[in-house]
């Protein structure tokens, strides 16, 4: 669970090095904003790496948007019509250049039913902000707690328990937690609302009934994550500082959250921004199965109307999201690694 | 069907509420006021504002058909009933058609109704890229207004069933309605928008109705993206109807006594195509060989979960003037095999069944179908299609295929649209002159015994020796609440008829 450009070793710093450091920190504030720039950079070129593959993935598919939106037995002229009105009858190139010139505005282009696709969005990507960093929230609490509590007695007990339910959680997919939540839950004891309905808001109308989708994307992501938690403790554990801390006879959860941890946060920062890209993939599933008005369902919906700027729209949304997450993890991870170098 | 005469005279006067409430539902007396939440089907991505778009979603069409008044509607005793038409008739010859607005009706905002405003609707409609199919024959131009309250609807061609037309989609809304404001335009409708958001709306009494007295105080469509979640829905009791929920929601709820299973018949048709201009059915024979080795019970049992009727290979079963007097036909493993010898089919070949998994039933139906082709000798292979893949490079074209058709109540319907030789969807190429001629008399004839006879020879052809294997009917499936009375018993749209239900 070690990432290949972490530190294998973190040697105490002697003081003149130190005193080094803080002469040089205006200079190293630079290189922190270039390097958070070049990732930033790098994260956006990827970005539109992705919308291009879009665009010629939609239009290898079968079909076009036009016939998928047309009545059965639409005739010649009309489906021609719709092609024109769609702007079908432009090459690919032609379409995502205009689409790409225009995005820079915030104009998401016009979907296949013809709506404007940030207005197709509106409600959808809030909604599903909403559940996913619910759910990222109550995974990085739920798994640094859980792998704390087993890394504080190796193999322990409560560390192999852990550990195997930690490993069938995330075997676990999305739509068996939810039937195994819903059932109980909601359809025998009527705990919580079984699927989501939203009010004149478009809003979900009671926050009980994010309390599944969260816990269906929670729990195998959580499996995880711990993981990748008790796996970082672990390699902590061996290293010459934290070894002596324990031998100094500090107690067990003192080692761990004073000792280890510290060092293990960036691998756990990338673990859990890598659980920020399968939550949104998790969405499609948990949303539908909910009937949670998010952009999962808006998505698999649009893959099969063909509707290239409606994809291109939600794969712009949940890019940026998840390209936050993971220029969050990338600066946690040069902060603490540069904190401590 | 209507015989021509009633059309003649002014049929179905003053009959404007179409579906009447349905026995079973009839538990004591109506009781005024109350909130229905009803789930229907419906995918975000495939939202549809517009009265007069493509309707993607049962949902939006539902709200629509709620807020606004077609000309007429599906009924039960005949096709095709008054809504914001009263009456209407044909001139001798079947081509011009008048139709006389209800005489009270005022959209929301408390407007008359005019013939303009139906008349601007219609065009508006006519005008869409599906204009030419959903009123075919009736150019723009020839849909004209007579008087405050007459539209004259004229036809290119003798169309005795021009009235079915009118049922779905001729949505009436204010002329010069502007397309940004669609959204909030009044309607005549039972119902008002409250609000709509995402696929979801509020809808309250219009008390002003033209139809007669609305019970509900509102009307809350949830959308829902699958039949599970609304089933889920409705045993949690968040919904009071899930709406055309399907066959394994209804096995599901079977067991609740507090939630009641409607079935309404004819809904649904999922027959399999036989191409019969070339390749191997191109041969009568090989074709009736098909039809007598399906076992159409176990079909029915299996695919359907018993939630449907056995068929006999004439589409459009719901029509009150369907043949009822043709014998069924039955498996005859037998003679089917002496048919296809006799014909000369190839059995040491396998065929492609394609099929798609566009509606619930459809891909187990051609595997059971295959699995049954094999006790007469035929290798049948399933093959799936995504749906896009299926209309690009099956539909219309292959020699065997499955298909599916939500509206089954007119046998003319299915003759003009899918197997007069020159129908635009016609499904399995089949071009039989005795066919067209028999489908062009009854379109063309008013006298009701001539006609009559005609609509039976249609259907006797077809029955013998069309493209179209029809072994059953789905029956459409809501499930309610024990509260909720009135809810429509039709098939096919007749399910959005809403303006009778009441709560106790």
Not at chain 1, 223 to 251: C, F, K, S, Y
């Amino acid at each position: 669970m070690r990432t290949a450009d972490e530190p294998t070793a973190e040697p105490r710093l002697p003081a003149p090095e130190a005193s080094r450091r803080a002469r040089w920190s205006a200079t190293s504030a630079g290189a922190a904003i270039r390097d958070v720039a070049r990732l930033l950079i790098v994260r956006v070129s990827l970005l539109v790496t992705l919308l291009a593959i879009v665009f010629a993935a939609v239009e290898l598919l079968p079909g076009d948007a036009a016939t998928a939106t047309a009545e059965r037995g639409e005739s010649a002229a009309g489906l021609a019509a719709r092609r024109h009105l769609l702007g079908l009858d432009q090459p690919l190139w032609t379409r995502f250049a205009t689409w790409m010139t225009a995005l820079p505005s915030g104009n998401l282009g016009v979907s296949a039913r013809g709506r404007p696709v940030t207005e197709v969005l509106a409600d959808p990507f809030p909604n599903t902000l909403v559940l996913a960093l619910s759910a990222l929230v109550l995974t990085v609490l739920a798994s640094l707690a859980l792998g704390c509590w087993a890394a504080a007695r190796p193999g322990g007990l409560t560390d192999r328990v852990i550990g195997h339910l930690a490993t069938s959680a995330f075997a676990l997919p999305e739509y068996i937690v939810a039937i195994a939540l819903v059932l109980p839950l909601a359809l025998w004891t009527g705990l919580l609302p079984a699927v989501t309905v939203t009010d004149a808001t478009g809003a979900p109308g009671s926050w009980t009934m994010l309390v599944m989708p969260v816990l269906a994307l929670t729990i195998p992501q959580t499996g995880w994550n711990t993981r990748i938690v008790r796996g970082a403790l672990a390699d902590q554990a061996a290293l010459p500082h934290v070894e002596a801390a324990g031998l100094d006879g500090l107690p067990a959860h003192v080692v761990v959250l004073r000792h280890a941890l510290p060092g293990a946060v960036p691998t756990i920062a990338a673990g859990i921004a890598t659980s920020a890209g399968m939550l949104f993939g998790g969405a499609v599933v948990v949303e539908t199965l909910f009937n949670y008005p998010g952009v999962g369902t808006l998505l698999a919906g649009a893959v099969s109307d063909r509707d290239t700027p409606l994809v291109a729209g939600v794969a712009v949304c949940a890019g940026a999201a998840i390209t936050i997450v993971l220029l969050a993890s990338d600066v946690i991870r040069d902060v603490v690694v540069g904190g401590r170098r | 069907m209507l015989a021509a005469a009633a059309l003649l005279a002014a049929c179905s006067g003053g009959d404007t509420t179409s579906s009447d409430p349905a026995p079973s539902n009839a538990a004591g007396q109506p009781k005024q006021g109350g909130t229905l939440r009803i789930g229907a089907l419906g995918r975000a991505s495939a939202i549809t504002r517009d009265p007069h778009g493509t309707q993607g979603n049962e949902s939006d069409y539902l709200i629509l058909a709620l807020v606004y008044d077609t000309l007429t509607v599906p009924g039960a005793d005949k096709n095709t009933v008054g809504r914001l038409a009263e009456s209407w008739q044909a001139s001798s010859d079947l081509k011009t058609w008048r139709f006389s607005i209800v005489k009270d009706a005022v959209f929301h905002d408390g407007a008359p109704v005019t013939a303009e405003d139906v008349v601007w609707s219609l065009r508006r409609l006519r005008s869409t890229p599906s204009g030419a199919a959903r009123l075919p024959g009736i150019q723009a131009k020839n849909i004209t207004a007579d008087g405050p309250s007459t539209v004259v609807l004229t036809s290119d061609y003798p169309n005795a069933e021009l009235p079915l037309l009118t049922r779905l989609t001729t949505f009436v809304l204010k002329k010069g309605t502007a397309d940004d404001a669609l959204e909030s335009a009044p309607g005549t409708g039972p119902f008002e928008l409250d609000w709509y958001r995402g696929g979801n709306a509020r809808l309250i009494r219009n008390d002003r109705w033209h139809g007669g007295t609305v019970r509900l105080d509102a009307i809350e469509v949830t959308m829902f993206e699958t039949s599970a979640a609304m089933a889920n829905a409705v045993l949690a009791g968040q919904i009071d109807v899930a709406s055309n929920v399907g066959a394994v929601a209804a096995r599901t709820a079977e067991a609740r006594k507090d939630v009641r299973v409607i079935r309404r018949p004819n809904d649904m048709s999922m027959p399999i195509v036989m191409r019969t201009a070339d390749g191997p059915f191109a041969d009568p024979r090989v074709r009736e060989a098909m039809r007598l080795l399906v076992d159409r019970d176990a079909m029915v049992k299996q695919v359907l979960s018993g939630y449907g009727t056995v068929a006999n290979d004439i589409l459009g079963t719901g029509d009150p003037d369907y043949a009822k007097n043709i014998p069924q036909r039955s498996r005859n493993l037998d003679k089917a095999k002496a048919l296809l010898s006799a014909a000369g089919f190839d059995l040491s070949k396998t065929y492609d069944l394609v099929t798609t998994e566009d509606i619930p039933g459809l891909a187990e139906s051609a595997t059971l179908f295959a699995a049954q082709a094999k006790d007469a000798g035929v290798k049948i292979q399933v093959v799936k299609q995504e749906s896009g893949a299926f209309y690009e490079k099956t539909w219309l074209k292959g020699d065997l295929y499955t298909t599916y058709w939500g509206t089954n109540d007119s046998v003319v319907f299915f003759a003009s649209k899918t197997m007069v030789s020159e129908a635009g969807q016609n499904e399995a190429g089949w071009s039989d002159t005795d066919f067209d001629a028999a489908y062009r008399k009854v379109l063309q004839t008013s006298d009701p015994g001539a006609r009559s006879a005609a609509l039976q020879d249609v259907q006797r052809i077809e029955h013998q020796r069309s493209g179209y294997l029809l072994w059953g009917m789905a029956d459409g499936i809501d499930l309610a609440d024990g509260k909720v009375h009135g809810l429509p018993e039709l098939p096919g749209y007749g399910r959005v008829q809403l303006e009778n239900v009441w709560l106790d």
